[in-house]
């Protein structure tokens, strides 16, 4: 399994990454200070990196770790998709919501 500590630490910082966004946001919401919100700092292009490095760590440790002993190409493959449905399904709601 050469790529699971890629995959781990890209979900990881992923992780980290949308945290700091929720918790940033609700801190700049409590303050009154909308200027402060990391999620507007960042924007969609931001925005859209944590959900590809989610999705990326997720999809990868995911077809690592299957039942299905995939080779590493095809976890690989597989992390890759991932990381772009989650980059789409982030534009999509955001442009929805007018977030």
Not at 16 to 36: K, T, V
Not at 61 to 68: D, G, N, Q, T, Y
Not at 81 to 98: D, E, F, H, K, Q
Request: charged share 10%.
């Amino acid at each position: 399994a050469p790529m699971v500590k890629v995959y781990a630490v890209a979900l990881a910082i992923g992780v980290l990454g949308l945290l700091a966004i929720i918790l940033g946001s609700a801190f700049a919401e409590n303050l009154g200070r909308p200027d402060r919100d990391p999620g507007e700092a960042l924007g969609l292009a931001g925005k859209s990196v944590i959900a590809a490095l989610v999705g990326f760590g997720m999809g990868g440790l995911s077809a690592e770790f299957s039942p299905l002993d995939l080779s590493w190409p095809i976890a690989l493959i597989l992390s890759l998709i991932a990381a772009g449905l989650s980059v789409i399904w982030v534009r999509y709601s955001l442009t929805r919501t007018g977030a």
